[in-house]
């Protein structure tokens, strides 16, 4: 079993930056591919970044691509996305997942363990 608490998630005008932080429990922790996912109020969970278990593999929504960068420390159990320039389209509850097979893929069927969420508001 593995818990995921995330961290970081406020309100911030268009233009400027947060950091989420996402801390794992599990002692294998550098085994789990890592997502971040997000869900805006009426609209379906949906894939925001990933990072496979080495670091070595990024991917991005086409929506984020450029603004938001994701790593890991896995001597410290924690994934990060770092957002910049946001916008109000950013406004979601931000999840972060955990996928056994290390890979860090785009669909949400893949990971098998999920945070509670942090909510990030982005206004005009």
């Known amino acids: 079993q593995v818990q995921l608490v995330e961290f970081g998630g406020g309100l911030v005008q268009a233009g400027g930056s947060l950091r989420l932080s996402c801390t794992a429990s599990?002692?294998?922790?550098?085994?789990?591919?890592l997502g971040w996912f997000r869900q805006a109020p009426g609209k379906e969970r949906e894939f925001v970044s990933a990072i496979n278990w080495s670091g070595r593999s990024t991917n991005y929504a086409d929506s984020v691509k450029g603004r938001f960068i994701i790593s890991r420390d896995n001597g410290k159990n924690t994934v990060y996305l770092q957002m910049n320039s946001l916008k109000p389209e950013d406004t979601a509850i931000y999840y972060c997942a955990a996928d056994g097979n290390g890979l860090g893929g785009r669909r949400i069927n893949e990971y098998e363990y999920w945070g509670q969420g942090t909510q990030v508001t982005v206004s005009l």
């Open positions: 599990a002692r294998t922790f550098s085994r789990y591919g």
